[in-house]
T-cell receptor, first 118, second 117 residues
Framework: NAGVMQNPRHLVRRRGQEARLRCSPM?????VYWYRQLPEEGLKFMVY????????ESGMPKERFSAEFPKEGPSILRIQQVVRGDSAAYFC????????????????FGAGTRLSVL | QQQVKQSPQSLIVQKGGISIINCAYE??????FPWYQQFPGKGPALLIA?????SEKKEGRFTISFNKSAKQFSLHIMDSQPGDSATYFC????????????????FGQGTILTVHP
């Protein structure tokens, strides 16, 4: 069972360009979470999605950032008109649906996409 | 109220020693407390997790101690090894209204552990 797959692993953009980060959850997982990690800081929650639904976007910046998790295909985190402050590692995690018990919704993380804005 | 405070920021331990990392939280709605281990250039990997109905959980060399009244929990790594050198994050989550998910996790700031041989 493949883990959470994120691509690209590294992404370089110039200021004003768009960045698209992709996340394929583990097989059988229908919950996806995006987190951002600035250098030498902890992970900050951005958004929580289920298929075709945004459940919690309380951590998303109000402008330029959007996320989707379509019925088919990976989840996408989109950053429009990137600025230098967007440079960070972006991690995706996934969890299964309503497993119950101790394994309920443990979040498994991908290796991340490291975004550098020049 | 959503914060999770983690200490120390960095920790140096000799091989065979005990590593102790502490976390404190404020939100009493939190009911799930995982610890993650992260190596450079990698994503966080779940180490061990606890829920507030128990005061301690042990898995191999890793033990979580949980103090509900003090709203604190800690990770103990027994017989620390150089391979344990990594960044450790505590986190906290709360079950959603439908009971199907912990939703977002709130992470501590991380502890960089170095175990000297």
């Amino acid at each position: 069972n493949a883990g959470v797959m994120q691509n690209p692993r590294h992404l370089v953009r110039r200021r004003g360009q768009e960045a698209r980060l992709r996340c394929s959850p583990m097989k059988g997982h229908s919950h996806v979470y995006w987190y951002r990690q600035l250098p030498e800081e902890g992970l900050k929650f951005m958004v929580y999605l289920q298929k075709e639904n945004i459940i919690d976007e309380s951590g998303m910046p109000k402008e330029r950032f959007s996320a989707e998790f379509p019925k088919e295909g990976p989840s996408i985190l989109r950053i429009q008109q990137v600025v230098r402050g967007d440079s960070a590692a972006y991690f995706c995690a996934s969890s299964p649906l309503n497993r119950g018990g101790e394994a309920k919704n443990i979040q498994y993380f991908g290796a991340g996409t490291r975004l550098s804005v020049l | 109220q959503q914060q999770v405070k983690q200490s120390p920021q960095s920790l140096i331990v000799q091989k065979g020693g005990i590593s102790i990392i502490n976390c404190a939280y404020e939100n009493t709605a939190f009911d799930y407390f995982p610890w993650y281990q992260q190596f450079p250039g990698k994503g966080p990997a779940l180490l061990i997790a606890i829920r507030p109905d128990v005061s301690e959980k042990k898995e191999g060399r890793f033990t979580i101690s949980f103090n509900k009244s003090a709203k604190q929990f800690s990770l103990h790594i027994m017989d620390s090894q150089p391979g344990d050198s990594a960044t450790y994050f505590c986190a906290a989550g709360s079950t959603n209204a439908g009971g199907t998910s912990y939703g977002k996790l709130t992470f501590g700031q991380g502890t960089i552990l170095t175990v000297h041989p």
